[in-house]
């Protein structure tokens, strides 16, 4: 029997484990029969779920293994005798005792399901025909495997229009619901977003939102995923394919670090639709929304799929090129640049979009081939690579059974969602103590302990703390979450702040709540100044073998510059050639004008991306890359954890992988880098970088790797990182704002910009401001200001905002609209901002 | 925020919610309050009910629609309710039922035009010893014949043609309420006899209200 809401991989299934022959009963389990076998489940284990790890199937559809149980459907009716003669008891509701025998085939529990599916089918339209459901629908397949074959109801069935969108991308078919309650629970317990409920409870129960306030949850397409029946479609699949016509991957998201497990599903070579596949440690089967859709940009017109390039005037437009051209070309510019300014002239910005693979082929290019050091994978938009990579980590599963969580720079709901959801039930179900550091208020604010501090003055607020409590959040496990937040001061505080944690409660641990997909990859596979793969230091290169020891920069034992630093070199003139691996600083840099200046000074800017971007649009040579799901490869996520991606779809055009690109420039400089695959390229991982020794492609290519592999830096290497000390945030000036910018889940980002279903739903830009400051001001909602900060001067529109304490302005990064960036000036502390009425 | 409780109101919500020590378990209580200020519940209502006890207005929908009694559309002034089950199904009440379309010149479930009435048909209303019984407003009337329906009618337009008639919230009305006005007396705790909420997630202890063992007997 098969359940379609979730998805299998066999073998083992994932959601509720098969017990393992080889796992010892359990100490307080519980002895119970079920159709004529023993099984010792565990003590408290519903009977449902005690059956499945049994390997016995009970037909069920509103149990679902991450929710609590309510005993809507009674579908799940078996014959239950705990002592006192057997009858029909609901097994998702019961929990197993001693003792207790269980007939699942019986007369009585199979005229129970006849009767209940007769029930069930009485209103439904069974138009599966023309429903997306159909073929994988649980009702279908139940009705077929446990219903009575036909039905005695000829009376006419209930009518509803049908669908109604309950959001810009769940539609509601409220003839087919069966009132199961998977998705409200879902949207209550899980989501925390309770915007759907039973409405007109009664003859004519039904899933609705209020009037004009739809499902606008960040996690909606998960209702699509586990409703039982055909009542919820997503718009983004609606008509798209049959489940029959589908080809699938296992495959892990790559859109944030948090690395949820995925099926990727294609139909005709085109990916259709992404599905949650429940693994234990990091998604629980959950995906968001942008994870779960984003697919949708590999089909953008925006997509690039064949080499770009301008004549040398430079002025002149980007047009079509052959690869041998493309690459030739800048084959030539780099080498005419190492040659006339040496290879410290040449810089790398980005590569968090990129594999494993990919990062350190291009990393080991930059570096053994090319000479230079000056790389980096955060746009000056994360956190110091030293800390992220010496810093004793957590797990995302550790964080959350923590006995105390201590949370800053990060609103995990808008940059991490799926480690929203993960905190939350942590936190709001299992009432972890959460202590949260932040300007503004935040998702879970209202759920845990939230300390307002001014921007600037996150340290001083976080040792406060620790002066007055720390012996006694020390005398349990710490786990803290750290993320880089806004973007209007350098990250400086939030370093501080980690290094005075760090001297009170020396056994803390940390979850670095950096954003980008593969950021982590990126930093470990040496996408960072001064840092070679593994985390190691320029001082242990030799652990890598000679190519490593052997390199330009590790000789001569000269760190490169950082992003920051690049990009001050550009501005001056001093990059030959940039290359861009996936960034997009124009968007991404927390200095608008200094990534402007940038771009233009920097003398040759080659893009390797997937779209064209607006920096790529000022590339002189663009080089089409794959994307997810087109590409084999690993990925790392925030834990650390290394799990396989499933290529599915051939890349549109003659887009390649990057690690393919990286792997012919070499070539074309005149070194074989020996790399025909990316199996090849994580075997030489495995072999010379000692992180990931015992790791070998083989473990990489083992159902382990699933759930994926936990490799973390050992921490006994050479490489420090020296705390800033605290920083001093200049006094408050009471005629200033300060600036709080961070990201909202749906920006401008290029994925997202790119995929029509998400593209919509960006906000503008707008300024949030506290509404008495607004009063102050003179202006209500939907008016406009002028704000001035010591770069420039923007006209953006207000709102009013509780969420925003008074002296401060919250402006999302990266909006569409005047840009929060213009404002910062990279390297200032806090960005403090003054108001015109115009 | 939404602003659709008149001031006097608002305080009234604040004041309910303060009896509680979840605030969504008011939210009841201020659906009534919403249906006695407007006659009906709107949606403008359940948007800054749901603001008032912090949770989401499709929660509040969904339990408010639950129960018949909170009317979502506007309903007349007065709303009566013919009981159609069996005790006066045999006691003449389709007699009654036809006999008050035609007097009010509407079919069950509509409002006259002037506002004043709204007929349905209802299930049993708790008083089949006296059928066939209707509720104008939720307040009975016993064995009633087709002439002492239209005295009703003639007597409710009377009252109604007198304004918006005494003050519902006194005591000494006799008339009916307008639709929505649950009772004529309001429940007030003065702060110094309330005992106040209590939270059951942090209170282990016997409710406030039970005195202390040792409590020397109330002579
Ligand atoms: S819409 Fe689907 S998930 Fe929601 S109650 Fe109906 S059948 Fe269940
Ligand atoms: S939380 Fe991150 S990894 Fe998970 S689905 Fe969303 S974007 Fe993908
Ligand atoms: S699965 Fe048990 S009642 Fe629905």
Known sequence: MSDATRVYRSPPREGSPVSDPTEAPPDDGVKITIDGREFTAHKGELLIAAAERAGTYIPHF??????????????????????????????????????????????????????????????????????????????????????????????????????????????????????????????????????????????????????????????????????????????????????????QVESTCTTCSVGCRIAVQSSGDQIVRRLGVDIDPVNHGWLCDRGRFDYESAYSPERITDPLMRGRAGDSELIEATWPAAMAATAETLREAIDAHGASSVAVLGGARLTNEDAYTWSKLART????????????????????????????????????????????????????????????????????????????????????????????????????????????????????????????????????????????????????????????????????????????????????????????????????????????????????????????????????????????????????TVSARRAHVVLPASGPGEKAGTTTNLEGRISRLGPKVTPPGTARPDWMIAVELADRLGVDMGFADSRRIWDEISTVVPMFSDCPVERIESPEAQDGILCRPAGDGDLRWDPPAAVAAPPVDAYALRLVSSRKLYDQATMTANSPSLAGLAEESRVRLNPRELDRLGVTDGGRLAFVSPRTRIIATVSGDEKVPRGVMAMTFNAAGPAASELIELGTVVTEVRVETL | MTDHFTPANLDLAHE???????????????????????????????????????????????????????????????????????????????????????????????????????????????????????????????????????????????????????????????????????????????????AGPSSPTTNQGPPVWMPPPDAEEPK
């Open chain 1, 62 to 247: 509103c149990y679902h293994s991450r929710m609590s149980p309510v005993g809507m459907c009674r579908m799940c009716l078996v014959e239950v005798d705990s002592g006192r003669g057997p009858g029909l008891q609901p097994s998702c509701m019961v929990p197993v005792s001693d003792g207790m025998v269980v007939d699942t085939e019986s007369e009585t529990t199979k005229r129970a399901q006849e009767g209940i599916l007769e029930l069930l089918l009485i209103n439904h339209p069974l138009d599966c025909p023309v429903c997306d459901k159909g073929g994988e629908c649980p009702l279908q397949d139940q009705a077929v495997a446990f219903g009575p074959g036909e039905s005695r109801f000829v009376e006419e069935k209930r009518h509803y229009e049908k669908p109604i969108p309950i959001s810009d991308l769940v539609n509601l078919d409220r003839e087919r619901c069966i009132l199961c309650d998977r998705c409200t629970r879902f949207a209550r317990e899980v989501a925390g977003d309770p915007l759907i409920s039973f409405t007109e409870r009664g003859n004519r129960t039904q899933v609705l939102t209020f009037p004009d306030d739809p499902f606008s949850s960040y996690f909606s397409g998960n209702t699509v995923q586990i409703c039982p029946v055909g009542a919820l479609t997503a718009a983004p699949y609606r008509f798209r394919a049959r489940p029959w016509d589908l080809d």
């Open chain 1, 369 to 612: 081939v090319i000479g230079t050091d000056n790389i980096d994978s955060q746009l000056a938009d994360g956190l110091a690579a030293e800390m992220v990579l010496t810093l004793p980590r957590a797990t995302i599963d550790e964080a959350c059974s923590a006995d105390t969580v201590i949370m800053f720079g990060v609103d995990p709901k808008e940059e991490l969602p799926v480690l929203h959801l993960r905190l939350r039930h942590a936190v709001v179900e299992d009432k972890v103590p959460m202590i949260e550091f932040s300007p503004v208020e935040t998702s879970l604010s209202r759920h845990c302990r939230s300390v307002r501090h001014l921007p600037g003055a996150l340290t001083e607020s976080v040792s406060e703390l620790l002066a007055s409590e720390g012996e006694r959040i020390g005398s349990g496990s710490v786990v803290v979450v750290v993320g880089r937040g806004s973007l209007a001061g350098s990250g400086e505080d939030i370093e501080a702040a980690v290094a005075a944690i760090r001297q009170a409660i020396p056994h803390a641990t940390f979850l670095p709540a950096l954003r980008r997909g593969n950021v982590m990859g990126a930093l470990q596979m040496g996408l960072s100044p001064g840092i070679l793969p593994g985390g190691l230091a320029f001082s242990e290169a030799d652990r890598l073998g000679e190519d490593w020891a052997g390199s330009q920069p590790v000789v001569s034992d000269e760190p490169g510059l950082d992003a920051a630093g690049i990009l001050a070199a550009a501005a001056a003139g001093r990059v030959a050639v940039l290359i861009l691996l996936g960034a997009d600083p124009l968007a991404d840099v927390p200095d608008r004008d200094l990534a402007e200046r940038a771009l233009a000074g920097a003398g040759t800017v080659v893009a390797v991306d997937t779209h064209l």
């Open chain 2, 16 to 194: 309910i919610i303060g009896r509680y020590p979840v605030k969504r378990s008011a939210m009841i209580p201020l659906l009534h309050l919403a249906q006695e200020q407007d006659g009906w519940v709107t949606e403008d209502a359940m948007r800054q009910i749901a603001e008032l006890v912090e949770v989401t207005p499709a929660e509040v929908l969904g339990t408010c629609s639950f129960y018949e009694m909170f009317k979502r559309q506007p309903v007349g002034r007065f709303l009566i309710n013919i009981c159609g089950t069996l005790s006066c199904q045999l006691m003449g009440a389709e007699d009654l039922i036809h006999h008050a379309e035609q007097t009010l010149g509407i079919t069950s479930g509509d409002t006259t035009p002037d506002g004043l009435f709204t007929l349905a048909v209802a299930e049993c209303q708790a008083a089949c010893t006296e059928a066939p019984c209707l509720q104008v407003n939720y307040r009975h009337r016993y064995k009633v014949t087709p002439a002492d329906f239209d005295d009703l009618v003639e007597e409710l337009r009377r009252q109604a043609g007198e304004g918006e008639g005494p003050d519902p919230q006194s005591p000494e009305t006799a008339g009916v309420p307008r639709h929505g006005v649950l009772s004529v007396a309001r429940q007030h705790i003065p702060a110094e006899r309330a």
